[in-house]
Every structure is written in C-alpha cells, then in structure tokens.
C-alpha cells in the first residue's frame, strides 16, 4: 500500500487557494493593475501616489514621518522621493535645526496634482463592485490584521 498522495490530496495547510498569504497578495495585484490605469493620467506608480496621499493630508514633513505613515523605511522611500522631485511635485531640503532630517513640500505642481487626483477614489470605489459598508469593513479588518502582524516578534 502505498503512503503517497496525490496533489489533489495534500494538506490543506499546504495549498495554495488555502493561505490567507496568497489572498492578500493577488488581491494587492488586483488591485494595483486598478490603480496603476488610474494613475497613468497622472504619470504616477501606486507607491509615488501613496507619497502625494500623504503630502496632501499635511504639507512639510520629514522623510521618518513619510515613512511611519507608509510603513516605509528611508532607503525605499528616499528613491521614490528624489523621482517626484525630478517631476516637480515636491522638494526636498535639510531641516535648519536638525540637519540629518530632510523636509518634503510640495510644489505648486505638486497642490495642483491634487485636484486631477480627486476621481480616483471613487474610481476605485466603483471598480470594487462593493458597497460601502462592505469596504469600510473590510478596511477595518485588514488594519487590525496589519496592527496584530506589527506586533507578532
């Protein structure tokens, strides 16, 4: 007799269509593939778009303070920084009472974008093909879920 099994068999631990994991990731792909045509108008990535997201919500903060807000560390983001600066959003400059702490503002450009930007939550929002109550749900989930993964050594 054999111990083999054959793959329609294995574990469910050990399937693929199983791991929370996987769901998370192709729904990030997904995802992504929604925004990265809402954000070719705007001649934006996803991450660069998260960066302005947060440069809206409050002008003139430092690169640890960008990063805290996107769970990002400096050596990500500071290149995603220096390509929004080529395009002329934002601009970065030392911190005159802490020189190791670089500053990020927005250009008039960079405000500008903002308005363009204004269709695209509610693009996303359409393209979910949710309710609201659903997503806001959803959005809470998945927040206590990133808090409780934080906290796991």
Request: overall charge neutral.
């Given at each position: 007799m054999s111990t083999r099994r054959s793959p329609e068999t294995k574990?469910?631990?050990l399937r693929l269509d199983q791991q929370l994991c996987f769901s998370l990731y192709s729904a990030q792909l997904a995802m992504t593939k929604v925004y990265r045509k809402l954000l070719?108008?705007?001649?934006l990535t996803y991450p660069q778009y998260l960066v302005m997201l947060v440069l809206w919500e409050g002008d003139g903060l430092t690169?640890?303070?960008i990063g805290e807000r996107l769970f990002?560390?400096?050596a990500t983001l500071t290149p995603l920084l220096k390509r929004l600066e080529a395009a002329g959003l934002l601009s970065r400059?030392?911190?005159a009472e802490d020189e190791r702490q670089v500053v990020i503002s927005l250009t008039a450009e960079g405000r500008t974008l903002r308005h363009k930007a204004g269709a695209v939550p509610a693009a996303v929002f359409c393209a979910t093909g949710c309710e609201l109550d659903q997503l806001l749900e959803l959005?809470?989930?998945l927040d206590g879920l990133r808090a409780r993964l934080a906290e796991h050594p």
């Open positions: 574990p469910a631990p070719a108008d705007l001649d690169v640890s303070q990002l560390d400096s400059r030392r911190a959005k809470a989930q």
